[in-house]
């Protein structure tokens, strides 16, 4: 599962939100002649600040994928090719990604995808104080 956090009910629940809001996001996906899926692509329009972008709306790549056994032969290309005309038409100057910093074949699918790393950043979070764990 692309998404292992997430559940069953959750990947449903966006699914339908994607699909209701045309105009916001795009999904791409790639079949066979034997009608298989080979992959698929997952785009937003965002409006708000995109790390290393400079425009807005920005078309972000939410998620990519394509069946092992199909890599390297020009899927995920196709898939980020329809999702970026698809931005084109609503106005997107910028395509925009990410990705964890430790995962290094998602780096390499970006940079082969024709992206440049913007920017590497580090999150941090702080709990209210009635909310954190006693030591």
Known sequence: ??????SVDDHAHETEQLLAAPHQYAMAIAISSKGEALGFAEAAIRHDYVNGC??????????IY????MRR?????ALCTSIEQWGS???CAEFASDTSIDNVDAQAL?????FDETERVVFFRKLPRDRRRTA
Do not use: K, N, Y
Request: aromatic content about 6%.
């Open 1 to 6: 599962m692309l998404w292992p956090h997430t």
């Open 54 to 63: 400079d425009t807005s709306p920005v078309l972000f790549l939410e998620g």
């Open 66 to 69: 394509v069946v092992p056994s």
């Open 73 to 77: 032969q020009g899927i995920a290309r």
């Open 89 to 91: 038409s609503h106005a």
């Open 110 to 114: 970006h940079r082969a995808l024709g």
